[in-house]
T-cell receptor, first 115, second 117 residues
Framework: AQKITQTQPGMFVQEKEAVTLDCTYD???????LFWYKQPSSGEMIFLIY??????QNATEGRYSLNFQKARKSANLVISASQLGDSAMYFC????????????FGEGTQLTVNP | DAGVTQSPTHLIKTRGQQVTLRCSPK?????VSWYQQALGQGPQFIFQ???????QRGNFPDRFSGHQFPNYSSELNVNALLLGDSALYLC????????????????FGSGTRLTVV
């Protein structure tokens, strides 16, 4: 079974609008962390935001926020005020407490920001 | 402060050959993980090195091996290359508290793009 599911292969958004990228996860470990990374065409994985399973509040980092719904096992990334430079591949990843520090990634969502 | 450095950036090899990829971790990081990212897919965990030993391994054959040096830098070796080994190979460095499995500060490099022909 997929541990991380990203159901949107591609998303389009107009510049300056907000966009939500979906991520659902599957784990029986009570301790886990959820990450979002941005991967431009250059290949580097750029860390965006982190949410721990015991965190009481949703994580926010500048224009990025994470809509964490623990009961539904979802961790959607919200990008506000989209910019042309946000066009890239976005990956959701999970680190389970029992897995040490390995990350399990989803298949990614290709975001295109239109002017 | 340099981040994670990987070399080479691109590489073309022939089936059956062997390849070595290199990674220098971010300053202050002592743990190196390697991932394989096939075209159009998410990265897959290969293995992780800490204190010059392989600590965790993903579902990859023994053709994939690695090494970590005293300065924390690392190499990924792939023997008997197959066409299916063509991928972007990403190195990620992090640091850990002594005696703990969890690491912090995951930072990725830009990767080495390997093409097997």
């Amino acid at each position: 079974a997929q541990k991380i599911t990203q159901t949107q292969p591609g998303m389009f958004v107009q510049e300056k609008e907000a966009v939500t990228l979906d991520c659902t996860y599957d784990t029986s470990d009570p301790s886990y962390g959820l990450f979002w990374y941005k991967q431009p065409s250059s290949g580097e994985m750029i860390f965006l935001i982190y949410q721990g399973s015991y965190d009481q509040q949703n994580a926010t980092e500048g224009r990025y926020s994470l809509n964490f719904q623990k009961a539904r096992k979802s961790a959607n990334l919200v990008i506000s005020a989209s910019q042309l430079g946000d066009s890239a591949m976005y990956f959701c990843a999970m680190r389970e407490g029992t897995s040490g520090s390995r990350l399990t990634f989803g298949e990614g969502t290709q975001l295109t920001v239109n002017p | 402060d340099a981040g994670v450095t990987q070399s080479p950036t691109h590489l073309i090899k022939t089936r059956g050959q062997q390849v070595t990829l290199r990674c220098s971790p971010k300053s202050g990081h002592d743990t190196v993980s390697w991932y394989q990212q096939a075209l159009g897919q998410g990265p897959q965990f290969i293995f992780q090195y800490y204190e010059e030993e392989e600590r965790q391994r993903g579902n990859f054959p023994d053709r994939f091996s690695g090494h970590q040096f005293p300065n924390y830098s690392s190499e990924l070796n792939v023997n008997a290359l197959l066409l299916g080994d063509s991928a972007l190979y990403l190195c990620a460095s992090s640091w850990r508290l002594k005696g703990r499995r969890r690491t912090y500060g995951y930072t990725f490099g830009s990767g080495t793009r390997l093409t097997v022909v």
